[in-house]
């Protein structure tokens, strides 16, 4: 059983462009979380979805920031007009229900010039 | 949701168990201790959870104690491995979803 799978690994994008992260949960699993980890700070939830829904957006920023996960394919997480502070690696995690052990995939190392 | 609280910092010697202590001293009756820890920069990793009794599998021990205030993660024999930063969270069993996660303990496993 594949783990929590990410990609890219590693995303440049100079400022202004758009970054688009993807997130393909464990088999089973329809719940799946995007954490963000900002260099030298630990992680911090950003969204919780569960097949075409958004449960928990508490943790995303107001703007140029939006998630989605369809019935097929995988989770994105979308950054518009990315800037320098947006560099940070993304973290998706997924369990089978809200209230199970969410496992989480290797992450994806945004990096902003 | 209640807050954990981690030394920042420990050192453990190669092939001794690691002893990691975690207080949460307003933990709800409905909430887990889980464990995690994020080997330099990878994915966090799932350890172990449990809510009242202690827990044991492949990786390590959890034993919390009986007023549910505090507990300790045990890693039976430490290896170089297993140098990482642990993360104690709890987490109310109806939760939305979020982990919320604080410093943690940076373990280094020295030879």
């Known amino acids: 059983n594949a783990g929590v799978m990410q990609n890219p690994r590693h995303l440049v994008r100079r400022r202004g462009q758009e970054a688009r992260l993807r997130c393909s949960p464990m088999k089973g699993h329809s719940h799946v979380y995007w954490y963000r980890q900002l260099p030298e700070e630990g992680l911090k939830f950003m969204v919780y979805?569960?097949?075409?829904?958004?449960?928990?957006e508490s943790g995303m920023p107001k703007e140029r920031f939006s998630a989605e996960f369809p019935k097929e394919g995988p989770s994105i997480l979308r950054i518009q007009q990315v800037v320098r502070g947006d560099s940070a690696a993304y973290f998706c995690a997924s369990s089978p229900s809200q209230a199970d052990t969410q496992y989480f995939g290797p992450g994806t190392r945004l990096t902003v010039l | 949701d209640a807050k954990t609280t981690q030394p920042p910092s420990m050192d453990c010697a190669e092939g001794r168990a690691a002893n990691l202590p975690c207080n949460h001293s307003?933990?709800?009756?409905?909430?887990?201790v889980y464990w995690y820890r994020q080997i330099h920069s990878q994915g966090p990793q799932y350890i172990i959870h449990g809510l009242k009794n202690n827990e044991t599998n492949e990786m390590a021990s959890l034993i919390i104690t009986e007023d549910r205030k505090s507990s300790t993660l045990i890693l039976p024999h430490a290896t170089l491995r297993d140098t990482a930063v642990y993360y104690c969270?709890?987490?109310?069993?109806?939760?939305?979803?979020?982990?919320?996660f604080g410093a943690g303990t940076q373990v280094v496993v020295t030879p």
């Open positions: 969270i709890v987490r109310p069993t109806d939760s939305w979803g979020k982990l919320q």
């Open positions: 979805l569960q097949k075409e829904n958004i449960i928990d």
């Open positions: 307003t933990i709800s009756g409905n909430e887990y």
